[in-house]
């Protein structure tokens, strides 16, 4: 089933050099456009540029912002962790007939973009449902965009998404603590 989505995909591929270039920005570039637009959103939300204090505005939202952004970075380190016990093969390497769109090193399972940015929407649904959608529909295409570029099994974004998930409630609770 894993390989059927995966080449279901994957077949987008190699189709038009305007698909593939949309589908690497998507897939590389993108991201740090994401964590850029989150972190104006948080700002912004709290109407931090159009406050007389700014500092104080800061601290009275930093554990909102911390907690967005120390979901996101503890999801990915946790990934990167578990790919050392996984060691499961990216798909241009597992599959002869697979060609990656860009070159990936390391593991695949699970996917560290997947794990940041589902934490990354996941944790901004707690501060802001509405937005969390949008951020939400930002790591689907993230990953959508690594399947099609050769680089993730779907398994691999999936397994992302749910250490994402798992992360995220981890954090809620250790912040709600604090």
Known sequence: MNDIIFFFFYNLAHQSVFFDKLIVFTAVYFPFVVV?????FLLMHHEIFKADN???????????????????FLAYFTAVILKLL???LRPFLALPNVSALFN?????????HAAFFGALGLALFFTNKKASYVFMFFALLIGLARIIAGVHFPIDILGGFMLGALVVLFTRKIFSKV
Do not use: R
């Open 54 to 72: 700014v500092l104080q505005i800061l601290l009275q939202k930093k554990k909102e912002i911390l907690f967005v952004f120390i979901s996101g």
């Open 104 to 112: 990936e090193n390391g593991f695949a399972f699970p996917s560290g």
């Open 36 to 40: 850029f637009l989150a972190g104006v």
């Open 86 to 88: 996984f060691h499961t």
